[in-house]
């Protein structure tokens, strides 16, 4: 069911939830989280639509946040909301609202999101493209106990990652490290397997992959090693390799969704690793709501190149 609401007000916004879910017969609430998505209008139908995907895992009640500040002093001058409201359907169990926010209400957004959080369930606020510099000082960022940007969407993300570091607070995470999360499962058990101390890193990626950075930073953190990183044709990490005394373990993905895993002593092995959507990054996102400890030391750590010798270049 769609309700659209022009010149409304968030009271009215939420008479009109209990109202379409009266009229599909589902009056009660199951939703477990409330996710707000602050977005624009080049972008909001993409980070919906991974959002709605989520939310069959995790049923949420969702709230995109579009900005329209206006550009002329009329625009800005004309303050209003208009909403629409959707429940069932393509949302299945979920509720969803855009909430399209003109001219001054623009900047107050956090008053027109609060009276429509769900009661005593937690709150997820998701930046697809445009963060604040310190989300977690943002008025919809204090809101929220865990709080998702992601640098690859910028155009300077390795800058990115760097304001990241210099605000972070305990509920940030960013999606560039949750694409990382099948790499370091893989690599902590091909640990596991070689048993044998690491001697340097090597990291193989397209250009300015803010992922990339992050696994350097976290060999870096929790190996203390040397950690080189050269450029690929990509898509995003193409290769990591861990020297030890026995030999190398190595993860190599040039291309597509498989990648062969070689460990000193075994037999080459084929893994699936391909890329994975924004819904199924979202959908692993919500399913912890504490702080990402992990996150946070590689976002802090340095990376140190190997040195290099006589005879090798520089």
């Known amino acids: 069911m769609k309700t659209d609401l022009t010149n409304t007000t968030s ?6 939830l209990v109202q379409a879910r009266r009229a599909i017969g589902s009056p009660a609430v199951g939703m477990v989280l409330t996710l707000v998505i602050v977005t624009d209008e080049a972008n909001h139908y993409d980070a919906l ?9 995790h049923p949420s009640r969702i709230l995109v946040v579009i900005k329209r500040p206006g550009r002329s002093p009329r625009e800005r001058g004309d303050s209003r909301l208009d909403a629409e409201v959707r429940v069932g359907g393509a949302e ?7 909430l399209r926010l003109r001219g001054e209400l623009a900047q107050h957004a956090e ?7 769900l009661p005593d369930a937690p709150v997820v606020v998701w930046w697809p493209v445009d ?6 000082r943002d008025p919809l960022g204090a809101l929220a106990q865990r709080r998702i940007t992601d640098a ?5 993300p390795l800058e990115q990652l760097a304001a990241r570091a210099a605000s972070y607070a305990p509920g940030d995470t960013d999606l560039a490290w949750t694409r990382l999360t099948p790499w370091r499962a893989m690599l902590a058990a091909a640990l596991d397997q070689a048993r044998t101390e690491v001697t340097s890193a090597l990291v193989e990626s397209e250009a300015d992959n803010p992922s990339a950075e992050l696994l350097a930073r976290w060999f870096a953190d929790r190996l203390r090693v040397p950690v080189e990183q050269v450029v690929s044709a990509g898509p995003v990490v193409t290769a990591v390799r861990l020297r030890t005394a026995a030999g190398d373990i190595h993860i190599d993905r040039p291309d597509g969704p498989v990648a062969t895993l070689s460990i000193p002593g075994q037999p080459t092995r084929t893994l699936a690793l391909r890329v994975r959507s924004t819904a199924e990054l979202i959908a692993e996102e919500l399913r912890r709501l504490d702080p990402d400890e992990a996150y946070a030391a590689a976002l802090r750590a340095h990376v140190t190149a190997p040195a290099v010798g006589p005879g090798q270049p520089g």
């Open 11 to 16: 009271s009215k916004v939420n008479a009109a």
């Open 49 to 57: 639509k991974a959002a709605a995907d989520a939310s069959r895992e």
């Open 92 to 98: 299945g169990s979920g509720e969803t609202v855009l």
């Open 111 to 117: 008053a027109v999101v609060l009276p429509l959080l």
């Open 131 to 136: 963060a604040p510099d310190h989300p977690a």
């Open 152 to 156: 690859y969407a910028v155009e300077q």
